[in-house]
C-alpha cells in the first residue's frame, strides 16, 4: 500500500504560480512512476503530468507544457508539481497518483491515489 497526501493547492491570480506536494508514505517510493491529473466540475479527469520511476524521465499534457514542471525528490518521498503562468482554466482538484509501471498516462494504470487539492485560477 501506497499512502498519499497533497498539499499546496489555493487560490491565485492568472499569470501568477503554485508549487504543489504530494508525500508518499508505504511502500518504497523509488519503485512507483508518479503522476499528477486534474478534475474541473463537470469534467472528466485529465492527465498533467508524470514522471517515471527510475530515470526520472517527464511528461506533459500538451495544454500544460512549458509552464509546468513536474519533478521528484526520492529521498524525501515526495513529488512536485510547479504551476507557473497559471490560467482560469487551470482551476481544478488536482491529484496526484502512483503506478508500480515504469510510467503511464491513463488514470487507470495509476494503483494509488490522493485525496486531492485545490486550485483555483481566478481572472
Known amino acids: 500500500q501506497v499512502q498519499l497526501v497533497e498539499s499546496g493547492g489555493g487560490l491565485v491570480q492568472a499569470g501568477g504560480s503554485l508549487r504543489l506536494s504530494c508525500a508518499a508514505s508505504?511502500?518504497?517510493?523509488?519503485?512507483?512512476?508518479m503522476g499528477w491529473f486534474r478534475q474541473a466540475p463537470g469534467k472528466e479527469r485529465e492527465f498533467v503530468a508524470a514522471i517515471s520511476r527510475s530515470r526520472g524521465i517527464k511528461y506533459y499534457a500538451e495544454s500544460v507544457k512549458d509552464r509546468f514542471t513536474i519533478s521528484r525528490d526520492n529521498a524525501k518521498n515526495t513529488v512536485y508539481l510547479q504551476m507557473n503562468s497559471l490560467k482560469p482554466e487551470d482551476t481544478a482538484v488536482y491529484y496526484c497518483?502512483?503506478?508500480?509501471?515504469?510510467?503511464?498516462?491513463?488514470?487507470?494504470?495509476?494503483?494509488?491515489w490522493g485525496q486531492g487539492t485545490q486550485v483555483t485560477v481566478s481572472s
Open positions: 497518483a502512483a503506478t508500480a509501471r515504469p510510467t503511464a498516462w491513463g488514470a487507470q494504470e495509476y494503483d494509488y
Open positions: 508505504g511502500r518504497t517510493f523509488s519503485a512507483y512512476a
